[in-house]
Structure formats: structure tokens, C-alpha cells
């Protein structure tokens, strides 16, 4: 028999739960009390995070939303706007990874929607542990398909990501899923409800009773592997939120809607909470109107199902009509389930009894916020590099480490991706970031995440900005322009140690790097407590980047193209084995990125483009100079023949890693062109496209390895791993 | 005179706007008909079947679309001589109503599989291969789960196979067959998705050409 007081059990803290007779003025009703649990969790009130997450820039000429909607929203010209967020579902994904992550896909999905927009692609940023473990095999092959199976059945491309495996992962894997949508500026919709007298009108699927506590009880504690736990895990209905997607937009073109929101986390406590707070009206809710998938549901169960694939909007009352009508027409359930009223409080009503009459703030703004401990970690000691001896066979030490899981090549995972649906996409993944044309028009959206976490757990300032750099790198590299940044910020438990700290400083370094890139953070979302009694994962802030290219024919891909063409090493990182992925551990001390070099390469590599004097371009990222260069060779199906810049040893030539470096390579006859562009950057000749294989020079001497062997390392690696 | 094509819309269908854009950029007006309706517009020259995943797969891939009273109308173009192309999703569907032979099944992968593939130009004598010769190669994506296609290749006429690695387990390697006559074509590649070079490849032109060449009036 269980003695834990229920407060506790919805997870509420002792002094969370005397706070709310304080602020009511009166004990709170059971349905009022697992409101109060949801709303003040972590998951849903960011109440350890919000203080830290003021330190980041949000605001831009070219920003039309920042933090505080469904998405964020960036000018992209032409009276277009480009919508996007990523979230965790990190630990349904650790319960149940089918379900856990296709349901992170349609939640994501559905603050597209809720923003009045068409969703145009979907990356996902994956951690798991090392696929050595049965059980992270199992974690990333499902999670994998259910990624797959709801952006392939729903029709929205999986355009990029990244997937990284490490021991820190095995208790806690992370699913991190970004959306991207179109909207023109004059149909943005915003959650606000407003005029009274105005219905709610709640359609798509039926309420039941799937995903009950699951921002709670789920997502805002430490994990154990608690197979109890699994009812709090939704279920995914693809075809449904297909037809929910084209209803919105068929909702949205007819111009019915005063306000939309979808329903996630803490099911329709969250929506209709947020929505009055917002609009600064009550809402009054008849919760025995709502469509039920089962009998017996009590009014709790009600308010904080997370059901899947169901929005609630606010429609005059001369057009709920037309709106039911339009959801019939699509086949789902629309029903009118209670109206804007004056004040500002939330009522629910059940077999016409009053059951909840809470301002509707107290749920959505009033959460207690908390400062998390701000215990420095001491500074990282440099790699004693006397420890790590130079391989004496360095062709097989390049071949191992494109076998390395978190570098070899990512095709098992893509390929079960339909990255085409839609007709536009123009660079596929694979390379560095994905080019998807904004549909009937020129222009290219470029797209990525990414993610320094080892750099992160040794120094998170330094860290928290290479992650930012890196994905501005990518963009930069197809020859788009940086434009903004959503964030997850995945950490483990801020209460413990140092890891609010971590918080602190990663958030600090992500944004001194926005700020140098004049990338605003538009969207974002946190996911704490990613830890277990053994483990805890390395400090995960993924940034999610959307750059922007005039005409997406001009987009430049990562492969060497052309025999004779010259290779060019762009930027002036000098690399080391600090934290790198040759050197496999988080260790050493990794030198922080040079945020002006960053700077002045993104800006060359995107003039460079425009100027169509690149017929390549390639971030120098894990695995160093070697990795890139084999890299480009395997996509483009011809090698080079290059001599590296020299280091204090060949491994660090080869392998290191920096920021700010990229292979770039052009035509002969575009070489003097390219260079005079080259104001600020340093650009080195150091070889040519050529031949089978790929051969790099280095102190004298020469390492040589074909492209058949590169392939058979890098794409055999995690199918085989798998096996 | 100008072609007009019917795109069939199902709920779950996905690839209905780039079908029909690609159509559009060839001349053609297109129409979206919806799974609601008894009968295709009048003047139709051309039925197009997209892809995507009707009625959620339900029961069975393209079962449920198949069953549909917009289907009767297909059939009877189809009888009548007017050329029916299935791409994906719409070969599932057309073999599900019994207007080509065989079914999908399963890809022996048990994954969902979506890369670029070659298929060779078996059948070069029917509307679907545009000016391409026997044994010549064109480049097309596939993106599928259920696109293993199995049954009697006499029972049609095999357009294409897939050239090198069988991704799927198709029998025979067949990537697209049509009927005996012809006009009625099902293929599991996706050419509505590699009409222009900017996407990797206008290979997939020629066989959108077929719903349009010499359009027979419904």
C-alpha cells in the first residue's frame, strides 16, 4: 500500500501544494489539483529554466514571432514567413520508442498547425547509447520507425537531423523533433482566445485515456525503467493528424478561426489555460460535451488526457456552423465544447456541476520558478597527448573511425525517411544541411541540428556557441545565409551538482553565438531530468538553424564534383584532439570557437554561392580533415589528392577538430574569383579532385585510401551494427 | 488539344500537388476529384492515381481507396480506352481494384525504403516510356513500404524493372507493369518526383507524358 501523500504522486512538491489553498483562497477540487500538477511541471512551466532562457536574443528585424507561441516566426520575403520549433519526447521515447517518438513527430507537427501554417519538413536529433548495448539498439531501431512511420504516413518530408550514440545516453536516449512550415504573414494564427461570446471548438481525435500525467509524471522526473510508467505514453494516429493538417489549412483558408492551439502536453488544461491567460478572458468548458473514445472517464482524466491529434480554436458563433462542416468534410469529430466568457478564469462544468473556477493564470503563468544551484564544475585540464601515441597505421585508424557509429554513415536511418514527399527537396540528407525549396516559389530554405555535447559537458559556454557555429557552418556550406535558431535544451537534473550551471553557461555561449551570427532564438523548448541513478547524459543543448538562399538552384552540395576541380581548406580553425571524435571521450580542453572567424566564413561561403563560383562545400567536423575529405569523395564518386596543413603530429592533421574550417572546392577558372572574394578568411589551396581514392599528404608523408574501401567502412557500420 | 487530367484525392493521399503541378507545367489543367465523388469531370482525357497512404493503410494498402465509388468511374475510363496511371500508393490501388494484375506486398526489408533508383525500359510500346528505347535506363526515386509487387507477369506487360539491387523483393524485379492493352499503368517509383534536374533528375517526365499523349476522351 502506497502511503505517498496524491500531491506527491502527481508530482507536486510539499511547498508547491500548500501554495495553491494560498492562492485561491480555498482547498483546491481533485480535477483543480491535477491541473495545478501538470501546469507547475517542469515539462509545461519551464520552472527551472526560465529565468536562464531571458539570456538568450530573440528578437530581429526579420523575427514576426519569438518564444511564447506555438513557433517562432522569420520573415522570409515575398509576404511569406517561415514557422519552426523542435521539442523533446525524450522520455516517452525511453518507455515506448515507437510510440514515444511518433508522437513527438505529430506534437511538433501540430504547433505548425496551430500557427495557421503548412508544415514543409521535419528533422529529428537523435542520442542514444552505444549500439555495443541490446537495449539502445532496440531504443534507436524503433524510435527510428516511428519517427518514419508518422512523417511518411502524414506526408511532410524528414529532410535532416543527426543521431549520435554514447554510453551517457543508454538510460536516458534523446528524441528531439523540429518541424518547418509556411504561412503567409496575414494568416498567422495566434493561441489568444478572444471575444466573448466566441465558441471553442474542439475537433480531430476522440478523448481517451492515453498519455494521463504524462508532462508530470513522465517528463519532469529522473528515469527508471518503470514499466508502469507506459500508460502515460500516447498513441500516434498519423492518418488522422493528415487529415487534421488539411483541415487547418482548409479552416485557414476560408478565414474561420479566431485563434487556434493544438493539444500536447497536459491535454486540454494546457491549451484552454494558455489560451485564456493569453487573451486575458475565462473560458467556460462543458466537459460533458467533449467526444469520448471510452466510457467512465472522470472530469480529471478529461482535462489532462494527451490524447493525440486534437486542436481547440475559437470560432464566432456564425461561423461554428461552417466550421463543423468543413471537419465533417475531412472526417473528424468537431464539437462545440463552451465559449470565451468575461473575467479571467477557467471553468469546467461536469453532469452540470462546477468542477474547476481557477484563473486561468495561476495555471499557465503563475508556476513557481525556481533558481537552479550555480555550482561551477572546475575547468577542464588540456589532453596530455603523451597518453593518446600516434597510430603507426594511420589509413587503418581513418578507416576505423568511419566506422565510428556517430561518423559512419547515417543511410539506414534516412532511407526510411520519405525525403521527397512534397517535390522539394533539392539537397537530400547525408550531407551538411538539407535544401528544401519554399514551395511555389525560387527561394531555398536550408535546414539542420546540431549539437556539441562533448564539448559541452567539458567547457558548456564554449560548447553551448560551437553547436550554434556548427549548424551555421552547415547552412552556410549549400550557400544559404544563417537566419535563426529553435533550441532544445536536453540537460539532466538542474537541481544536482553542477548541471545548473551547465544550463546556465551552455544558454550564455549559445547566445553570444546568435548574437554574432544575428541569429535571434525564435522557439524552443527544455527537457530536464534526463538522468538515472547510474548515469546522466552530457549537457545536450541541439540547435535547430533555418538559413535562407535567394534561389535554391544556386544551392551547393557537400560532394566533389569535378576531375581537375581545385580544393580549397576555407577558415582559419587549427585542429585538436581535445573532445574530438577520433579521440572517442570527452576529454581535454577543448579551445573555444572564435566567434569573428565563424562569422567571416559563413558570410564568404554564402557570397560564394551566390556568385556560383563553388561547385562544393563541405563542414571539417567530426573526424577532422580525413573524415571530410572522404566524405565529399564517397558522394561525388571521385577522390582527391591533397596535402594537409601540417600539425604538431599526423593524427591531429588528419583527424583534429576545430571550428571555422570547411572544404570548399571550384573550377580552375573560378579559383581567382573565389580568392579575391576571400577578404577576411583564410583560403589555402591544398589539392585537386582526382582519381578512385583519396590521398593526403601530410609532414611528407602520403596516406591513401580508395573510395570503395571509404564506402565499405561508412555505410556498412550501423547495419552491421544492428545485426 | 489540351489535356484534361483528373487526380484522384483520397483521404491519406500525399502526392496529389506534385503530380499535378508537373502535370500543369506540361500543359495540361488538372483537376482534383475527391474520393466523395460518383463520377470524373466531364472531358477528362487522363486519370492520374497519386501516392501516399489512403485511409491510413488501413487493412491493406490501397483496399479501402480501391472500394470507393470514384473507382467505378475509373474503371469504366479505363475500359474505354483512357489512360490510368498509378504511381505508388495508386499501383497499390489499381491492383487492389483488379484493373492490373498482381499485389504489392511487404518490401523484404520489413522497412520502409526511399532512395534513388534505376530501372531499365522493358516494354518500350506503350504510352508510358516517352521516345526511351528497350533496355535503356532511367533514374527515379521509390519511396515505399509495401512495393514488393508479386504475380503472373503474363497477366500484363512489364514496362520497367529495377536495374542492379531488387530494393523491395518485386518478383521478377518488376518496378512498373501495365495491362495487356496498355492504357492502365501501375508502377511503384515515383516520377512525379523527378521532373526537373534541380530535384536530381527529369527522367520521371516521360512516363507523366504517358497520362498526356494522344489523351482518349472519357
Redesign the interface.
Known amino acids: 500500500m502506497s502511503e505517498v501523500p496524491l500531491h506527491r504522486q502527481l508530482g507536486l512538491t510539499d511547498w508547491e501544494n500548500d501554495q495553491i489553498p494560498t492562492l485561491l483562497g480555498r482547498e483546491a477540487t481533485g480535477p483543480e489539483l491535477v491541473m495545478f500538477s501538470l501546469m507547475w511541471s517542469e515539462h509545461c512551466s519551464y520552472k527551472h529554466s526560465k529565468p536562464l532562457l531571458r539570456n538568450f536574443p530573440t528578437e530581429g528585424p526579420h523575427v514576426l514571432q519569438g518564444p511564447g507561441e506555438n513557433a517562432g516566426a522569420i520573415d522570409v520575403g515575398g509576404g511569406l514567413a517561415v514557422t519552426f520549433k523542435i521539442e523533446s519526447h525524450n522520455h516517452p521515447s525511453a518507455v515506448e520508442p515507437f510510440e514515444g517518438a511518433a508522437t513527438g513527430v505529430g506534437g511538433i507537427i501540430r504547433d505548425i498547425l496551430a500557427m495557421g501554417a503548412k508544415p514543409i519538413a521535419l528533422l529529428d536529433s537523435l542520442r542514444f547509447g552505444s549500439l555495443d548495448s541490446s537495449r539502445s539498439r532496440y531504443l534507436f531501431r524503433r524510435a527510428v520507425?516511428g519517427i518514419?512511420h508518422y512523417g511518411?504516413?502524414i506526408?511532410i518530408p524528414t529532410v535532416g537531423g543527426e543521431v549520435g550514440f554514447d554510453d551517457r545516453y543508454e538510460d536516458s536516449c534523446l528524441v528531439n523533433a523540429m518541424c518547418v512550415g509556411i504561412v503567409r504573414h496575414d494568416r498567422i494564427l495566434r493561441a489568444a482566445a478572444k471575444g466573448i461570446g466566441n465558441r471553442l471548438i474542439l475537433f480531430g481525435n476522440r478523448t481517451g485515456k492515453d498519455g494521463i500525467g504524462g508532462a508530470s509524471v513522465l517528463a519532469s522526473a529522473e528515469f527508471s525503467h518503470d514499466e508502469d510508467k507506459r500508460p502515460s505514453v500516447q498513441v500516434s494516429?498519423?492518418?488522422?493528424e493528415?487529415?487534421l493538417m488539411d483541415c487547418c489549412q482548409d479552416l485557414a483558408d476560408h478565414d474561420l478561426l479566431v485563434a487556434l492551439q493544438d493539444l500536447g502536453a497536459a491535454g486540454l488544461t494546457s491549451s484552454s489555460s494558455e489560451m485564456a491567460s493569453k487573451g486575458g478572458v475565462g473560458l467556460h468548458i462543458n466537459l460533458d460535451k467533449v467526444p469520448l473514445r471510452e466510457q467512465a472517464m472522470t472530469p480529471a482524466e478529461i482535462l489532462v488526457s494527451e490524447s493525440q491529434e486534437r486542436m481547440l480554436a475559437v470560432v464566432t458563433p456564425e461561423n461554428v456552423q461552417a466550421v463543423i462542416d468543413l471537419c465533417e468534410f475531412?472526417?473528424l469529430d468537431a464539437t462545440d465544447i463552451g465559449e470565451v466568457v468575461e473575467g479571467d478564469a477557467l471553468i469546467a462544468t461536469f453532469n452540470g456541476e462546477e468542477v474547476v473556477n481557477i484563473p486561468a493564470h495561476f495555471l499557465a503563468d503563475d508556476a513557481p520558478v525556481y533558481e537552479v544551484p550555480q555550482t561551477p564544475a572546475p575547468p577542464p585540464t588540456p589532453l596530455d597527448l603523451a597518453t593518446v601515441p600516434v597510430p603507426t597505421d594511420l589509413v587503418g585508424a581513418w578507416r576505423d573511425l568511419l566506422r565510428v557509429p556517430n561518423i559512419a554513415s547515417k543511410r539506414w536511418v534516412?532511407?526510411?525517411?520519405?525525403?521527397?514527399?512534397?517535390?522539394?527537396?533539392?539537397i537530400?540528407p547525408g550531407g551538411d544541411a538539407a535544401v528544401v525549396?519554399i514551395p511555389d516559389t525560387q527561394m531555398g530554405l536550408a535546414l539542420t541540428t546540431d549539437c556539441a555535447e562533448r564539448h559541452c559537458e567539458l567547457d558548456p559556454r564554449g560548447g553551448g556557441a560551437a553547436g550554434v557555429f556548427e549548424a551555421a557552418r552547415n547552412i552556410a556550406c549549400t550557400g544559404a545565409v544563417p537566419s535563426a535558431i529553435t533550441n532544445c535544451l536536453n540537460f539532466p537534473n538542474p537541481e544536482k551538482g553542477h548541471t545548473g550551471w551547465r544550463l546556465a553557461q551552455a544558454i550564455e555561449g549559445m547566445a553570444d553565438a546568435c548574437r554574432a551570427l544575428g541569429t535571434p532564438v525564435v522557439s524552443g523548448n527544455v527537457s530536464l531530468y534526463n538522468e538515472s541513478s547510474a548515469r546522466m547524459i552530457y549537457p545536450t543543448p541541439v540547435v535547430g538553424m533555418v538559413g535562407l538562399m535567394d534561389d535554391?538552384?544556386k544551392a551547393v552540395g557537400a560532394a566533389f564534383v569535378s576531375e581537375g576541380d581545385v580544393v580549397l581548406l576555407a577558415g582559419s580553425g587549427a585542429p585538436e584532439l581535445d573532445a574530438s571524435e577520433y579521440l572517442g571521450r570527452a576529454e581535454g580542453a577543448p579551445t573555444a570557437p572564435d566567434a569573428d572567424a565563424e562569422v567571416a566564413l559563413c558570410r564568404f561561403l554564402a557570397a560564394a554561392a551566390e556568385k556560383e563560383l563553388l561547385a562544393g562545400a563541405h563542414d571539417v567536423s567530426a573526424g577532422g580533415l580525413a573524415v571530410a575529405l572522404a566524405e565529399s569523395a564517397m558522394l561525388g564518386r571521385v577522390g582527391a589528392t591533397v596535402t594537409a596543413p601540417a600539425a604538431d603530429r599526423p593524427d591531429t592533421a588528419l583527424f583534429g577538430e576545430s571550428g571555422a574550417r570547411v572544404i570548399v572546392t571550384c573550377s580552375p577558372t573560378n579559383l581567382a574569383a573565389l580568392q579575391a572574394l576571400a577578404t577576411d578568411v583564410p583560403l589555402t589551396q591544398i589539392g585537386t579532385v582526382a582519381g578512385d581514392d583519396v590521398q593526403v599528404t601530410v609532414d611528407g608523408a602520403t596516406v591513401r585510401l580508395s573510395i570503395a574501401d571509404a564506402r565499405s567502412a561508412y555505410e556498412s557500420a550501423i547495419p552491421e551494427a544492428l545485426m | 488539344m489540351t489535356d484534361h487530367i483528373a487526380v484522384i484525392r483520397f483521404?491519406?493521399s500525399?502526392?496529389h500537388?506534385?503530380a499535378g503541378?508537373?502535370l500543369r507545367e506540361a500543359g495540361a489543367t488538372t483537376i482534383v476529384v475527391s474520393h466523395h465523388d460518383h463520377q470524373l469531370p466531364q472531358g477528362t482525357t487522363g486519370v492520374v492515381l497519386p501516392?501516399?497512404?489512403s485511409?491510413?493503410?488501413?487493412l491493406r494498402c490501397g483496399a479501402i481507396a480501391s472500394r470507393t465509388p470514384i473507382m467505378d468511374a475509373v474503371r469504366s475510363f479505363a475500359e474505354a480506352g483512357g489512360p490510368v496511371l498509378g504511381i505508388c500508393n495508386g499501383f497499390q490501388i489499381l491492383c487492389e481494384a483488379g484493373l492490373l494484375p498482381g499485389a504489392l506486398l511487404s518490401n523484404d526489408t520489413q522497412?520502409?525504403?526511399?532512395?534513388q533508383v534505376g530501372l531499365e525500359v522493358v516494354d518500350a510500346d506503350t504510352r508510358w516510356t516517352g521516345d526511351a528505347a528497350a533496355g535503356s535506363e532511367i533514374s527515379i526515386?521509390i519511396?515505399h513500404?509495401d512495393g514488393a509487387w508479386q504475380g503472373d507477369p503474363s497477366q500484363g506487360r512489364v514496362i520497367f524493372r529495377y536495374v542492379g539491387e531488387n530494393p523491395n523483393g518485386a518478383h521478377d524485379a518488376i518496378a512498373g507493369i501495365a495491362n495487356m492493352d496498355g492504357n492502365v499503368m501501375g508502377l511503384m517509383p515515383?516520377p512525379?518526383?523527378a521532373?526537373e534536374a534541380?530535384?536530381?533528375s527529369a527522367d520521371g517526365a516521360l512516363v507523366m507524358g504517358g497520362v498526356l499523349a494522344q489523351g482518349v476522351a472519357a
Open positions: 520507425n518514419g511518411n504516413c506526408g494516429d498519423p492518418f488522422t493528415r487529415k475531412h472526417e534516412y532511407q526510411q525517411y520519405d525525403h521527397l514527399v512534397g517535390a522539394n527537396t533539392v537530400r525549396r535554391a538552384a | 483521404p491519406g500525399l502526392d500537388e506534385a503541378r508537373v501516392g501516399g497512404f485511409y491510413g493503410d488501413h522497412s520502409f525504403i526511399c532512395k526515386p519511396k513500404h515515383h512525379e518526383m521532373c534541380l530535384l536530381g
